[in-house]
């Protein structure tokens, strides 16, 4: 997708603010018509808007009660229609999608802010994402993932290699991390 200029945000407290890859995954992400779209990890909204605008129908989810809200408020403002829930990656999910697309805490923190922290590994909160998102896609469904080099996403791919196929689409470096966004469809195994 293109970044949409004329998407209007504002980030409540407590909320993550858009950086450079909320901006690399949203420019890494194919948008295939009408399609059923998850925002996990929606933030202030950026991607479930860009989605929306697009052509999609979004449901964006976040664990956080402030971003859900300033989904919400940013949907409302762009005129866009979103469904938005707080949820715990799928814990309130009840559908399939076309596309999934999820900006995870993914750095190798503990106990730091939700936002961020992807516990001692950078990982787990994709660990867990990964366990149960193949239930949530469509037959032949993708999830756009984003990632940093910090983390140990070598561990990620051993470990669910079965169940997923990882196709790396999009990079930017910065001068400590690369970050990576993958595609990641079923396996045929």
């Known amino acids: 997708m293109k970044i949409d200029l004329s998407i209007k945000i504002e980030v409540a407290d407590g909320v993550y ?18 399609e059923k779209a998850l925002d996990m990890g929606c933030g202030c909204g950026i991607i479930a808007l860009h989605l929306a605008k697009n052509g999609c129908s979004v449901t964006a989810c976040d664990i956080n009660e402030k ?10 403002k762009n005129g866009l229609k979103v469904k938005c829930i707080r ?4 814990e309130k999910i009840d559908d399939k999608f076309d596309l999934i697309v999820f900006n995870p805490p993914y750095l190798p923190t503990q106990n730091e802010d939700v936002a961020w922290d992807g516990g001692k590994e950078g990982i787990e909160i994709i660990e867990n994402f990964l366990k149960n998102a193949k239930n949530y896609l469509e037959e032949k469904g993708r999830i756009y993932l984003l990632i940093s080099t910090l983390g140990n996403f070598k561990k990620i791919r051993r470990n669910f290699k079965r169940i997923y196929k990882f196709k790396k689409i999009a990079e930017e470096s910065y001068f400590f991390e690369k970050l990576l966004v993958y595609k990641i469809t079923k396996s045929d195994l």
Do not use: H, R, W
Not at 22 to 33: F, M, T, V
Not at 67 to 76: F, H, L, Q, R
């Open 17 to 34: 603010n858009p950086a450079e890859d909320s901006y690399l995954l949203i420019k890494a992400i194919e948008i295939n018509g009408k």
């Open 67 to 76: 971003a859900v809200k300033n989904s919400i408020m940013n949907a409302e």
């Open 87 to 90: 949820s715990n990656l799928f």
